[in-house]
Nanobody, 119 residues
Framework: QVQLVESGGGLVQTGGSLRLSCAASGSSVPFTVMGWYRQAPGKQREVVASISPSGRSSVIDSVKGRFTIAGNVRQKTMDLQMNGLKPEDTAVYYC?????????????WGQGTQVTVSS
């Protein structure tokens, strides 16, 4: 059973920085992608950034130039460096990974870590 464990959330002032980390354990199933999602109160969960096994990464427009995703999908570790944080970045951030079980794909989620940006 795959387990994703996040760390690094917290409370920071506008303009501050935080670094989120995610590590997977529990299974040798390969991942096709890892990523970070977030969900703010009253809003749908949205993807923030993702990274492929080849190292190709992407981030959504609202965080470009501020957030950087890095990691090694084959080793099942991933970080999200968040700089220039804004109040609208406040949300619960979730680590995500898609496991390749040969005939099917399974989405795995971490427990979530709270990021709060005060104005």
């Amino acid at each position: 059973q795959v387990q994703l464990v996040e760390s690094g959330g917290g409370l920071v002032q506008t303009g501050g920085s935080l670094r989120l980390s995610c590590a997977a354990s529990g299974s040798s199933v390969p991942f096709t992608v890892m990523g970070w999602y977030r969900q703010a109160p009253g809003k749908q969960r949205e993807v923030v950034a993702s990274i492929s096994p080849s190292g190709r990464s992407s981030v959504i427009d609202s965080v470009k130039g501020r957030f950087t995703i890095a990691g090694n999908v084959r080793q099942k570790t991933m970080d999200l460096q968040m700089n220039g944080l804004k109040p609208e970045d406040t949300a619960v951030y979730y680590c995500h990974a898609r496991g390749d079980h040969d005939v099917t794909f399974v989405d795995y989620w971490g427990q979530g870590t709270q990021v709060t940006v005060s104005s």
